[in-house]
């Protein structure tokens, strides 16, 4: 059950989605001229949206915020749709499979 403490967390993360410039970032991916499938994880927006699904899965995956206000409050599913594709090639170019493991963790969550 979230409290008072998740609450001011979820404003903070809020705040710093906008100074990363995630609505434009998210904007971007769910265009409908936005290709899942030839996305790079070095696209701006698709690295934004990354970075920060990965640390808001981190944490809840680590209970330091409540995975249900967040999913209340982001698409996480939707967004993974979008940039996992990404994903998964920096995972392989790089030969790490745990990259934005906790994003995709998180999504599942909300399907």
Known sequence: MADRQDGALL???????TS???QAATRTI????????????????V????????TVG???????IDTGL?????????????????????REKHGVPQLYENMEALA???K
């Not at 404003?11 to 989605?17: D, T």
């Not at 981190?58 to 330091?64: A, Q, R």
């Not at 967040?70 to 920096?90: C, E, F, N």
């Open 47 to 54: 690295s934004t949206v990354l970075a920060f699904g990965e």
């Open 20 to 22: 990363i410039g995630l």
């Open 58 to 64: 981190t944490l809840t995956k680590n209970g330091l």
């Open 70 to 90: 967040v999913l209340d409050w982001l698409w996480v599913s939707g967004l993974w749709d979008r940039v996992g594709p990404a994903a998964v090639k920096a």
């Open 11 to 17: 404003v903070q993360l809020a705040q710093w989605s």
């Open 30 to 45: 769910l265009a409908d001229d936005f290709d899942p499938g030839s996305a790079s994880p070095e696209d701006e927006a």
């Open 108 to 110: 599942a969550q909300q």
